[in-house]
């Protein structure tokens, strides 16, 4: 066993009381219960993660806040300015995708009243813009709308 392996082991013993309990958390963050093949970026990582759990409860202060997502506690960055910090409600980029994603996937059409989903790929802006549910519908919708200002 490696030198940064052997740290590992005896940071793992502090923090769990069971080999079960160690054993869980490097299947989480490796995929794997042996540290033999372990690499220098896992290493680093796992330590990480080891030291940035905290055996207390996460105390809430100005530069801190609970994700609005998942409920995980998260901290001010250093770099985030009073502005970036104000805005911001998520504890990482994937708890913020997952609730933009989720958001308003389904529309209905201007012209024939049929709901419709958003297609898979489609940029956040697009959807955003789209009236219709296909091409014909907005056809329809177009030639409806040209005919008013005529009218109007």
């Known amino acids: 066993m ?3 392996a052997n740290q590992l082991v005896l940071k793992l013993d502090k923090k769990f009381k069971t080999a079960g309990e160690a054993d869980e958390f490097l299947l989480k963050h490796v995929g794997t ?3 033999d093949n372990l690499s220098d970026r896992d290493y680093k990582r796992l330590m990480g993660e080891l030291h ?9 202060n100005r530069n801190s806040r609970e994700c609005t997502h998942c409920g995980v506690g998260f901290y001010r960055k250093y770099y985030d300015s009073e502005e970036a910090w104000a805005k911001r409600k998520y504890c990482s980029h994937n708890c913020a995708g997952s609730v933009k ?14 709901t419709f989903e958003r297609p898979s790929g489609m940029k956040h802006s697009s959807w ?25």
Do not use: I
């Open 2 to 4: 490696s030198a940064n």
């Open 33 to 35: 219960k042996k540290l």
């Open 52 to 60: 940035s759990m905290s055996d207390t409860k996460f105390h809430s």
């Open 101 to 114: 994603s989720r958001a308003e996937s389904t529309k209905v059409c201007k012209v024939c009243e049929k």
């Open 128 to 152: 955003k813009e789209r009236r219709y549910c296909s091409r014909q519908c907005a056809g329809k919708g177009r030639s409806h709308k040209a005919k008013e200002k005529e009218d109007g």
